[in-house]
């Protein structure tokens, strides 16, 4: 039995796959101030459904995938160690500077973003080594030592560390770790060459940075999860979701916690692209999970999860770069949670700030007052206040009401009834932005895509966001309101390893390439067989990160096998890389050589069979009393519209087959599917639910 636990800003998500491949989903409220507790909340819902005490139930299991925010969260809210920072003599200001960039390039009152590790805590050290691996400048030991006492005076809780070249010869920042170790024992130091051996010095020094900044509280949070997963009776394996789209074990990602910054949104585009490859036959996936508090939104071509360096905390240039590879997924505050408010222009806004898990939606009753994107939901007769959970929570009506009147609809002068229905359409024209930035604004045109929807909000607009985008078809999986849970359970083990070594097209070093290609892979199998004896099977891919001349950035482009044996060879990447360019940016420039200044290998181990797991009948213990439906519901559809009888249908109990004309709201434990007038929703024989929204395009699977 594997477990799959998702901690979002709202909700807990947990699925429990059994040997079989049947899936069970379960949904507790996070808990902020100890998100491992509404993990064990949901671990207890499952019990009681199995009938069995928790320690039992949990002895059966042999793993459990955990995705959390608890990194990105501590980033965000300042709660992470005292680092200091150390770098080559006279480059102290290298988090300072970045690498330029502004979004509005002529508003100069934006204030100059603070470095991740302020200046008070950056340290010089002299030496220097240059670009070919020549130290021009010895490292000087004896002033390491007292910028070393120095570390110790000021009480530094963790110490990231940034040479100049050290990609290219390492010696001095191993002799800084080693001194770091000797002199400043149980202070974790993170080695830029090490966690990220990439061009650029920014990117490489707030890569160390946030790693080191969060070894203190991700190895107490790590150690401390499993602990109690032990204490509970869980003897299985622990694994952690990371950035990358993979998962790896909790003891070693302790070591590198950078990788866990991104690593809540990045399972999603996994599982949306594996459910709309059954569901249709495009080759292009649109995958929206839409929870209490964001609206995350990727592009997935051809099963190539995108992934992408420019990830920001925060907002771009005005945040710290990660400044490593992660998917590429856009974020919005749009939830489910998103506040609604009218500002002193009498313009209405939803979001970006979210009601959470605490306070809630005023329609929670648990002493939130602003009106939101759920209460807006329930005040149009989209969510039943009854069914809300499966019956497990009730929703008060009046108080979403009263809210959305105080707030929104006495500052517009309208009804409660037009607020709500404002709230909502300014919802989905947001999203509709967010995935409108990453297609129509990219060249892509998402008429070509299908839009999978995910999260415990995604039903309520996905397919009014489809049918604003045109897209082909919507799909919602059976399993969609714990999108990124079912992608952690589908996730290889996986690690990345990478390196630098610059070379072009037009004079191509075959042997030296070899040898950095043999490098990377046998430290990929040397991965494979420390962590994947029990895999099903186990993979190596190569990648190269190119560019033409003069290009400042680099796109990463796959290698077709890991050696070149011919002038061939080196002519396919250089198809290979124009193709991608095409791809990515609608243009290439087939008659010029490419620039290759990064390689990296990444190890795959398959943890599962083969084939998506089916989610069975939803748990009565998360569905509580299960209320007798009404077979219709007045909702209100705007002013054009108005009231329309629809017809409810609760998904456990309608066959596989089914289908479903507009307007119609598909109601399950955890999802309430709105499906617009003029469309028709069908299941597939995975209960995956397909609106067809041009008559062509999308295929039942099987």
Request: hydrophobic share 45%; proline share 6%.
């Amino acid at each position: 039995m594997r477990f799959a636990v998702d901690t979002g800003g709202t909700f807990t998500d947990l699925l429990v796959e059994d040997s079989a491949g049947r899936l069970k989903m379960y949904k507790a409220p996070t808990t902020p101030h100890d998100p491992v507790a509404g993990m064990l909340d949901a671990l207890r819902m499952a019990a009681t459904d199995a009938g069995r005490p928790l320690a039992d139930f949990l002895r059966e299991g042999d793993m459990l995938i955990h995705g959390t925010t608890h990194a990105i969260n501590a980033i965000l809210t300042g709660n992470t160690a005292k680092t200091a920072f150390l770098t080559t003599m006279g480059h102290p200001d290298t988090l300072v500077f970045r690498e330029g960039g502004r979004n509005d390039v002529f508003n100069f009152a934006v204030a100059y973003p603070e470095p991740y590790v302020p200046r008070a805590l950056t340290f010089e050290v002299p030496e220097r080594v240059v670009a070919d691996g020549t130290i021009r400048t010895p490292l000087d030991e004896t002033a390491l030592v007292a910028v070393i006492d120095r570390l110790r005076a000021e009480g530094v809780e963790a110490v990231a560390v940034c040479l100049l070249w050290s990609i290219v010869n390492p010696l001095h920042e191993q002799r800084i770790g080693a001194l770091l170790a000797e002199l400043l024992p149980g202070v974790p130091v993170t080695l830029s060459h090490r966690l990220n051996p990439s061009l650029r010095e920014y990117r490489r020094a707030s890569s160390a940075c946030i790693d080191a900044s969060l070894k203190p509280l991700m190895t107490r949070y790590i150690g401390g999860l499993s602990a109690t997963l032990r204490r509970e009776g869980f003897g299985g394996r622990v694994l952690m979701v990371t950035s990358q789209a993979g998962v790896i074990d909790a003891t070693e990602v302790a070591e590198r916690p950078v990788h866990l910054v991104n690593s809540g949104p990045s399972m999603a585009p996994v599982a949306g692209w594996l459910y709309a490859r059954e569901a249709s036959d495009r080759e292009m996936a649109i995958v929206a999970d839409t929870g209490g508090t964001t609206f995350d939104v990727s592009l997935v071509r051809r099963g190539r999860v995108p992934r992408t360096r420019e990830t920001w905390i925060g907002p771009q240039f005005l945040g710290h770069m990660t400044g490593l590879p992660s998917v590429d997924v856009k974020s919005i505050g749009a939830g489910g949670g998103s506040i609604a408010s009218v500002d002193a222009q009498g313009l209405l806004k939803v979001g970006p700030a979210s009601a959470g898990a605490v306070p809630g939606p005023a329609c929670y009753g648990l002493g939130g007052t602003k009106p939101t994107l759920t209460d807006a939901a329930l005040v149009l007769g989209i969510i039943d206040p009854l069914f809300f959970l499966g019956g497990s929570m009730k929703l008060d009506i009046k108080a979403a009401a009263a809210a959305i009147e105080r707030d929104v609809a006495k500052p517009l002068a309208t009804s409660v009834p037009e607020a709500s229905y404002s709230i909502f359409a300014l919802a989905t024209e947001n999203m509709v932005q967010a995935i409108m930035d990453i297609t129509v604004n990219q060249g892509i045109d998402p008429n070509k895509a299908v839009l999978v929807g995910g999260g415990g909000a995604a039903g309520l607009n996905m397919v009014a966001i489809g049918r604003r985008l045109d897209v082909a078809a919507v799909v919602v999986p059976r399993v969609g309101a714990a999108l990124s849970a079912a992608g952690a359970l589908l996730s290889d083990l996986t690690d990345e390893y990478r390196t630098t070594c610059y070379m072009h097209t037009a004079r191509f070093d075959r042997a030296s390439a070899n040898a950095v290609l043999a490098s990377l892979e046998d430290r990929a199998r040397a991965f494979i067989d420390r962590h994947g004896a029990n895999a099903r099977a186990s993979a190596i891919e190569f990648h190269i990160e190119a560019r033409y001349p003069d290009q400042v950035w680099e796109i990463e482009v796959p290698l077709r096998k890991p050696t070149f044996d011919h002038d061939l060879d080196v002519k396919t990447i250089e198809t290979d890389f124009h193709a991608t360019h095409q791809e990515v940016f609608a243009v290439c420039d087939p008659h010029s050589r490419i620039e290759i200044v990064g390689w990296s290998s990444r190890a795959a181990c398959t943890l599962r069979a083969p084939g998506l797991p089916m989610l069975t009948t939803e748990a009565a213990s998360a569905r509580g009393e299960t209320p007798a439906t009404a077979p219709t519901r007045n909702v209100y559809f705007g002013a054009t519209h108005g009231y329309i009888e629809t017809k409810i249908v609760r998904l456990d109990a309608v066959s596989l087959d089914a289908s479903f004309p507009g307007p119609a709201i598909v109601e399950s434990a955890f999802a309430t599917i709105l499906i617009d007038p003029g469309t028709v929703g069908r299941l597939d024989k995975r209960g995956t639910l397909i609106v067809d929204l041009r008559g062509s395009g999308a295929e039942g699977g099987a």
